[in-house]
């Protein structure tokens, strides 16, 4: 397998995993989140337990849960678990809060791992686009 050949695969795992977190517009209006709920979900993504860790993180995403997205951004920080922070920049990008795609930009260019700065440089790019089409429209 070429270098080229392991770029397409991993840039195919990211964009399934970002495919993945797409819900419907349905989902996202019946969810109605209390400061207890909030509450829960950041406790969770600050737990030491790592599946109550990535569920949360994952729902966080899914449901683009923004009141969590300065607890996901703090974690992410002190994180060393590079899968943790490749879930955390895909569900950051979810919640498109901009104070954190600044961070994940910044990640694609200067993480140590190659693995999370290919992820983060994927989600970037695609949040670049987003911007720039969402300009054009206006």
Do not use: P, W
Request: hydrophobic share 45%; proline share 0%.
């Amino acid at each position: 397998m070429g270098l080229f050949d392991k770029i397409a695969a991993i840039l195919t795992v990211i964009i399934s995993m970002i495919l993945s977190f797409t819900t419907s517009a349905q989902d996202l209006a019946t969810a109605n989140f209390t400061e207890k709920s909030i509450g829960n979900l950041e406790m969770g993504i600050s737990s030491d337990n790592y599946g109550l860790k990535r569920s949360s993180i994952y729902f966080a995403g899914k449901y683009r849960v923004a009141e969590v997205a300065d607890v996901m951004l703090d974690e992410m920080k002190r994180s060393d678990d590079v899968n943790i922070k490749c879930l955390m920049a895909v569900a950051l990008y979810q919640i498109k809060d901009d104070h954190a795609m600044e961070y994940i930009v910044k990640l694609s260019r200067y993480a140590s791992d190659s693995k999370l700065r290919k992820t983060c440089k994927a989600i970037a790019e695609l949040y670049t686009v987003e911007k720039s089409e969402i300009l054009v429209q206006n």
